[in-house]
């Protein structure tokens, strides 16, 4: 490969080994780990949720906040974020006590939203000066890589060491992705570029007015998947491994989850770029609801694996549309756009999984609270469908 023709690519690339740390191991490395927390710690599905709540809590914070944070602190947040979500990924592994659990979750929860907000802006806008928008989906990409590679690595972990020192392994190996997101993300000037070279690839419309009402359409099915989704993502492994009965079923739904995931934030832009991202979009969403209730009506590896698959191969094409798709709507207010929209998920998240958790642990198991969120997801689908229909050419 030519050095000119790679340097296109080295954001792109920083950004998704930024985001398989900051998403992969500051986020959903829970998931897998969070049957043999529970075995070792002794904690019930209730309390496995509010865990998880306080991360998602952690995320909407850092997302109001970071979206209106100057331009010229950045790349300075980005690299902080990355250093201090290191440290927080290994106390876990030494910390003791459900309060400081939670403390160490929250803190886990905004810089993940720190890295990803500043990581989307900083990457996007290096690849619009090269031209290449269109290797976004590369980046988002890392959210499937660090989940799959956290499927691998946990449970090899968990069973040779014990889960407070995978929680140190994941800490000391996510060191050397973000060394090289460090040295391949940074800020770049946008003074020799003018606003439509910075758009291209993204055609945003001249119309004030309407843009709003669609963009408030965009950000209230983004809420609705952030409440529905995230019961899937917490519990996933947790489900599936009492469902059948089965700690290697567990793992294998979860390497789906990220092998798909990874893939699918390649392909969805693509789909976008041919039929328009609100249509897509709506497609996305009705895909991942059947998805979700998968484990319901069909109680079989066929559903949990079938589950994980239409899971992972929507949530991060959902996520990569929608800010590519918020930028367009507001191109001259990126920063506050993405972090309104991750604000908005975020939201979303903090409810879900403390309340799926009670109603699990109440019921003794996960059938109302996956239909519940399969509906929610179903119907940001319809609410995006409006706009869906109305869309003419692709973006």
């Known amino acids: 490969m030519r050095p000119i023709y790679a340097k296109k690519y080295l954001p792109a690339l920083g950004g998704m080994l930024a ?25 019930d599905d209730s309390i496995a949720g509010i865990i998880a709540s306080w991360n998602y809590a952690g995320y909407l914070a850092g997302a109001l906040v970071f979206g209106h944070i100057p331009r010229r602190f950045h790349s300075t947040g980005f690299r902080l974020s990355l250093t201090l979500i290191l440290i927080v990924t290994i ?19 905004v810089l993940s939203a720190a890295i990803f907000v500043f990581g989307s802006l900083l990457v996007m806008e290096a690849l619009a000066l090269r ?20 499927a691998i690595g946990v449970a090899p972990l968990c069973d040779f060491f014990g889960w407070k020192e995978a929680w140190i392994g994941i800490g000391v190996l996510s060191i050397f992705p973000v060394a090289f997101a460090w040295l391949w993300v940074k800020s770049e000037s946008l003074a020799r570029t003018s606003t439509t070279k910075v758009t291209t690839g993204l055609n945003a ?7 709003r009402g669609i963009f408030i359409r965009l950000g209230v099915a983004y809420f609705l998947e952030g409440l529905g989704y995230v019961v899937s993502v917490t519990f996933l492994v947790l489900i599936v491994r009492t469902l059948l009965d089965s700690p290697v079923a567990g793992t294998i739904s979860w390497l789906l989850v990220g092998v798909s995931a990874a893939v699918s934030t390649i392909f969805w832009p693509q789909i976008a770029a041919r039929y328009g991202e609100s249509r897509s979009l709506m497609a996305a969403y009705f895909i991942q609801s059947i998805g979700i209730a998968s484990p319901v009506f069909w109680p079989t590896t066929f559903g949990a694996y079938l589950s994980a698959v239409l899971l992972g191969g929507t949530f991060m094409g959902i ?51 996956l239909l519940f969120a399969a509906g929610l997801v179903a119907l940001g689908g319809v609410i995006l469908a409006a706009d869906a229909w109305k869309a003419h050419k692709p973006a």
Do not use: C, D
């Open 91 to 109: 106390a876990m592994g030494i910390a003791e006590g459900l309060t400081t659990w939670y403390a160490l979750r929250f803190l886990a929860g």
């Open 19 to 43: 985001l398989a740390v900051a998403m992969g191991t500051g986020r959903f490395a829970y998931t897998p780990l969070l049957p043999f927390m529970q075995s070792g710690a002794g904690f």
């Open 131 to 150: 031209g290449a928008i269109h290797l976004s989906g590369i980046m988002y990409s890392g959210v499937g890589v660090g989940i799959a590679l956290s």
């Open 319 to 369: 996520v990569s549309l929608t800010i590519m798709y918020g930028r367009k709507l507001a191109p001259h207010k990126a920063g506050t756009s993405v972090g309104m929209l991750t604000a908005l998920v975020g939201a979303g998240q903090i409810i879900a999984p403390a309340l799926a958790g009670y109603i699990a642990k109440i019921q003794g198991n996960f059938t109302v609270p």
């Open 205 to 211: 419309p001249q119309s004030e007015k309407p843009l």
